[in-house]
């Protein structure tokens, strides 16, 4: 019997599935649709998601884009991903060996080709000239989901030229734009002359129940009565990171301990500098959980911190995971003052938002943010009520709402 359920499928250019897309597959399936999501290789065999098609599975000529992706994945896993040197490397790619819009386009054509849905789904810019001839090509509605600003992130002048060039191509041709936050929104809609582009948060799937424990304090043998702000995800440059560790050298409350929950390039660097700077009893290391595991142990701490610059346009608009982490987990929240996080943090009474461009700086944030029990209890007690309110179950309304004017 022909299968009557609606189709999409999903493209994107990362190797790890980002969980927005996992979540957005996971809500389209319980509203009756089928989903497949088509990613690049993985360097090595792991355990996979069903929905998860990778390209290159079937053997096919050797394209110079392969070449490259091949060359790519092998100085990968010998070079730093976010270093000097990587960063340099694929500068010099992207101008003189592979062209951005075409790039992906050959890469992804054969695997996506066999596929005829009723939506394709282009997630960031990389997939929107593949996923656009593609859905052209078989009649399907184009949806492109923009997880961030990306022709604002720290390219060259010249990427960002051609990025923002290859977007302002395609995205007349979507049916449905949607974007992670509503600064990101308006400067899509202002810059490419589209209208109603539509906001799904990157929420987290909100705990039935509270999840509060003391687990952090065990693992470190902390006393109960000292307070941990924490920081996840990613030790990656250009996160403040160096900044965030060397202030707690400055914070004068001697209750406040740091813990950093990650893996990453950072990682060592961040370690020694604990080291030098002897912050032992006040910084301490936890490396990464599985996403399943990470709310358990997010919501063991006392407080979440987010120090992140704005050393582009797109990190200024940034809303990161780890905001609606800490919102899920019900942790109150101190961050550098950006927009998207200010409009979040302080439109729901849920922490503290400042400067953070300096060591010092960044201390007298963390020490006005324990200063007052009172404005802390009332952080808290907003959380739970944000919890409710900023979470993927409300997010899914919308996503299953837009996706059912496509049918």
């Not at 900044?243 to 050298?249: E, S």
């Not at 409009?343 to 400067?355: A, C, F, K, S, Y």
């Amino acid at each position: 019997m022909k299968n009557l359920k609606p189709s999409v499928v999903m493209l994107t250019p990362d190797r790890q599935i980002d969980r927005r897309i996992l979540l957005s597959a996971d809500s389209l399936e319980a509203a009756g649709w089928e989903v497949t999501i088509i990613a690049m290789p993985l360097d090595e065999q792991a355990t996979d998601d069903r929905r998860v098609v990778r390209i290159g599975s079937k053997a096919g000529p050797i394209s110079r884009e392969n070449r490259v992706l091949e060359a790519y994945r092998w100085i990968r896993g010998h070079l730093p991903m976010n270093g000097r040197l990587m960063r340099w490397m694929k500068r010099l790619t992207w101008r003189y060996l592979v062209d951005q819009e075409s790039f992906y386009s050959k890469l992804f054509y054969s695997t996506a080709s066999q596929y005829a849905p009723r939506v394709f789904v282009a997630n960031d810019l990389p997939m929107l000239p593949v996923a656009g001839r593609l859905a052209k090509e078989c009649g399907a509605k184009l949806v492109y989901d923009s997880h961030e600003l990306y022709s604002e992130q720290e390219f060259s002048e010249r990427e960002k030229r051609r990025w923002s060039e290859i977007e302002a191509k395609y995205i007349g041709a979507c049916d449905v734009v949607i974007t992670v936050n509503q600064s990101i929104a308006t400067e899509l809609e202002q810059r490419y002359g589209v209208s109603g582009v539509r906001v799904i948060y990157n929420a987290e799937r909100t705990p039935q129940a509270s999840i509060m424990t003391r687990r952090l304090h065990e693992i470190f043998g902390l006393p109960l009565d000292k307070k941990i702000l924490l920081l996840q995800g990613g030790l990656s440059a250009g996160r403040n990171l160096e900044v965030l560790v060397d202030a707690m050298r400055y914070v004068q409350n001697t209750s406040v301990v740091l813990v950093v929950l990650g893996d990453g390039l950072l990682l060592c660097s961040l370690q020694k500098l604990a080291r030098q700077q002897e912050l032992k009893g006040r910084v301490y290391f936890h490396a990464a959980v599985p996403q399943n595991e990470l709310l358990a142990l997010t919501a063991a701490a006392d407080a979440g911190v987010i120090p992140y610059q704005a050393t582009c346009l797109n990190n200024h608009y940034c809303t990161p995971n780890k905001l609606f982490e800490f919102i899920a987990a019900g942790l109150p929240i101190l961050a550098t003052d950006l927009p998207e996080v200010r409009r979040l943090v302080e439109g729901l009474q849920i922490g503290l938002v400042g400067d953070t461009g300096s060591p010092q700086k960044l201390a007298a944030l963390v020490d006005d943010f324990f200063s007052d029990e009172h404005r802390f209890a009332t952080w808290k007690a907003q959380v739970k009520v944000a919890r409710e309110l900023i979470c993927w179950e409300q997010e899914e309304n919308k996503l299953v709402e837009i996706y059912g004017t496509l049918q």
